[in-house]
């Protein structure tokens, strides 16, 4: 039986490029071999949206075969896997409805363990290699959850004088949850967004790579407009432009998550 890897895109500083980073490591890790599910936890649905049509994705956000419908009605996430038009990549997508699910979880029975317990068909089944998790960027009973599914999770954080803000929050908010998930690693730091030519690029990772005990990707993902085109066009960006930098950026790096998560 293959060894599942569940690994959670987390940062809860807003536009810090996560959904992005989730779906071109997905899209990557499938065009290397990989069988990937990606899982879209995230209200503002983009990490479905690069990987299907607005109309088809906002159809499945108010059909009842979305993640909002499962974890409301604590389901196996079996059933609500939808194939991607790309090989290997699988992907469960989003409801707007799931902005309010941490009222819904509130009142349930061990309530930070119900995406792990709708999950665990899936993690367990062999089918995948990888499942990528898109949290949104809130530090709530919903990321509580989908932190306690996951084995390992990756931050993203943007270049930008504002990149670093809230990063000790976050670090605090995984320490809580290794109380109830005691096995969940920081896989590392990616950085996004990232202009070289710019002196708080090199303050920023000069600041990454103090911390202590906190693995720093060598891969950057740079500032490209293929990005926002590739987004614009519902598919990541090495389906939209195979020879676009980030492209191939999000190549290195995602042979880098594969490198260090089996370290």
Request: hydrophobic share 40%; net charge negative.
């Amino acid at each position: 039986m293959k060894t599942t890897k569940t690994i959670c895109f987390a940062n809860n500083k807003g536009g810090s490029g996560k959904s992005t980073t989730c779906s071109n490591i997905g899209y990557a890790l499938a065009q290397q071999g990989k069988r990937v599910l990606m899982v879209d936890g995230d209200m503002q649905l983009n990490l479905s949206l690069s990987f299907l049509s607005e109309e088809r994705v906002l159809d499945i956000a108010k059909s009842e075969k979305n993640l909002y419908v499962a974890i409301s009605k604590q389901e196996d996430l079996t059933e609500y896997v939808y194939p991607s038009d790309y090989e290997n990549l699988d992907i469960i997508p989003s409801s707007t409805l799931i902005s309010g699910i941490e009222y819904e979880l509130f009142t349930k029975w061990q309530r930070e363990f119900i995406v792990k317990k709708c999950l665990q068909s899936l993690q367990t089944s062999g089918d995948y290699d990888y499942i990528l998790i898109d949290a949104p960027p809130t530090l709530g009973t919903w990321v509580i959850n989908l932190l306690c599914a996951s084995d390992e999770v990756v931050i993203p954080v943007e270049a930008s004088p504002w990149g670093l803000f809230g990063l000790a929050n976050m670090f605090e908010f995984l320490q809580a949850i290794r109380q109830m998930n005691p096995d969940l690693g920081l896989l590392g730091i990616a950085m996004t967004k990232v202009n070289t030519n710019k002196k708080y690029f090199k303050q920023t990772l000069e600041s990454l790579r103090e911390l202590n005990d906190t693995h720093v990707f060598d891969t950057y993902i740079r500032v490209d407009s293929m990005i926002e085109w590739a987004q614009e066009n519902s598919k990541p960006v090495g389906a939209y432009k195979k020879s676009a930098r980030s492209a191939h950026e999000y190549n290195a790096l995602a042979k880098e998550v594969v490198k260090h998560v089996h370290k």
